[in-house]
């Protein structure tokens, strides 16, 4: 089996897997999983790549979080438009630190915190396990593991493929 179709049943069997589990088990939104999940092989993947994309998602979900919470008490547009240049500024520059060097992987944190409280209707100042950041940071964690399951799968589909049985021989 190629190494492109081990990936892709891995992922597609865990693909199906995460669905189910967000629909009925963990209510986390299932789209927010699968960014993380793309972060995950954005910014290389392994351990390191595990650590680096939810460091980065986390930076863009906290980012995000700042930037709401200095604009909560207000509806002016032009406050709106001024804070989020400022939190796209902020994005770019954490992005010198090596950790969180990948400035995609922090944007996606970013929009999903965003998406997070559209899709849920909660402010960022929601309080508990309904904040929006607080979803988005653990569906970061989530879909992160997601993506190492999905390579580690491939390469367990890539090592059983490459076994060979033995034939009898008949005499």
């Known amino acids: 089996m ?3 179709s081990a990936l892709a049943l891995s992922v597609g069997v865990l693909g199906a897997l995460s669905t189910l589990m967000t629909a009925t088990v963990w209510k986390l939104p299932v789209w927010v999983l699968f960014l993380a999940w793309a972060s995950f092989f954005f910014v290389g993947t ?3 790549g595990l650590l680096k994309s939810v460091a980065c998602n986390w930076t863009g979900i906290a980012i995000a979080t700042l930037t709401l919470l200095s604009v909560h008490n207000t509806s002016s547009a032009v406050l709106l438009a001024v804070a989020v240049g400022v939190g796209s500024f902020a994005m770019v520059q954490v992005s010198r630190l090596a950790w969180v060097s990948a400035t995609p992987a922090i944007v996606f944190g970013f ?3 965003v998406g997070t409280i559209a ?3 909660n402010s960022i100042t929601t309080a508990g396990v309904s904040n929006p950041a607080l979803i988005a940071a653990t569906t970061a964690l ?3 593991c997601f993506g190492i399951a ?3 799968g491939a390469a367990a589909l890539g090592m059983i493929s490459q076994v060979t049985v033995p034939r009898r021989v008949v005499q």
């Open 2 to 4: 190629s190494k492109i």
């Open 46 to 48: 392994g351990v390191s």
């Open 111 to 113: 929009a999903m915190t």
């Open 119 to 121: 899709a849920t209707g």
């Open 142 to 144: 989530v879909g992160a």
């Open 150 to 152: 999905s390579e580690w």
